[in-house]
């Protein structure tokens, strides 16, 4: 597998005036190379047809693209991988369908579920949250807020477990130097960037404080 960059990424949305095409658009303009489609309520043919574009769109910035929950979409039209909740297909499921040149990741919520991955297989990166409540996600986890992930981050050092962390979940622009200094390795944004008045720049602007 190629060296992968997990330190910004863009998970899809939309609201009245984007679609989840143009909030992947933006994203991509503002400079971010990481998007995840996420399309909860899309059946899999709308599901399908997006994926395409936004599939095309990423190549075309060199962005590594990722879907939310499908593996066998991700296989079908060979996206860099697929990212997958705490009710969705098993990782060690997931590995075997996709082998090892596929991007898997998985979503936890504290330093058990970290443990409980460990005892078949570790995804390549944890989506890791959420920070604070956010209405982008149905069923949200317990928040972590800062104190959190510095517990998280601690005991994955404590224990030798060298994943990287992506923190996801209602961040915003002003809350990013603050996680980034629990050691956490990237940030996950959506809503925030989508809804700024101006997303391109919202984004542009998050990448200079990240790298």
């Known amino acids: 597998m190629k060296p992968i960059n997990y330190q910004l990424q863009f998970i899809t949305h939309y609201n009245s005036k984007y679609s989840y095409i143009d909030s992947a658009k933006l994203a991509l303009e503002g400079g971010c190379r990481w998007i995840q489609l996420r399309m909860k309520e899309a059946d899999d043919s709308l599901l399908e047809t997006t994926a395409v574009i936004v599939q095309q769109m990423c ?81 949200l986890s317990p928040i972590l807020g800062l104190e959190g992930y510095k517990n998280i981050v601690r005991q994955m050092q404590e224990n030798s477990v060298r994943i990287p962390v992506v923190a996801i979940g209602g961040i915003t622009k002003e809350d ?6 629990c050691n956490v390795n990237g940030i996950a944004l959506s809503g925030s960037v989508l809804n700024a008045i ?7 602007e998050i990448k200079k404080m990240i790298f």
């Not at 058990?112 to 149905?138: E, N, S, V």
């Not at 990013?176 to 200094?181: K, Q, R, V």
């Not at 101006?198 to 542009?204: A, H, Q, W």
């Open 176 to 181: 990013i130097a603050p996680i980034m200094a």
């Open 198 to 204: 101006n997303p391109v720049k919202e984004m542009e």
């Open 59 to 139: 190549k075309a910035y060199g962005a590594t693209f990722i879907i939310d929950d499908n593996v066998l979409l991700t296989k079908k039209i060979q996206a860099d991988g697929v990212h997958l909740g705490k009710n969705d297909m098993p990782i060690a499921e997931a590995r075997k369908i996709l082998g090892d040149s596929y991007i898997i990741g998985g979503t936890v919520n504290s330093y058990d579920d970290i443990t409980r991955m460990a005892k078949t297989t570790l995804p390549d990166y944890l989506g890791c949250g959420p920070f604070r409540f956010t209405t982008t996600k149905q069923h």
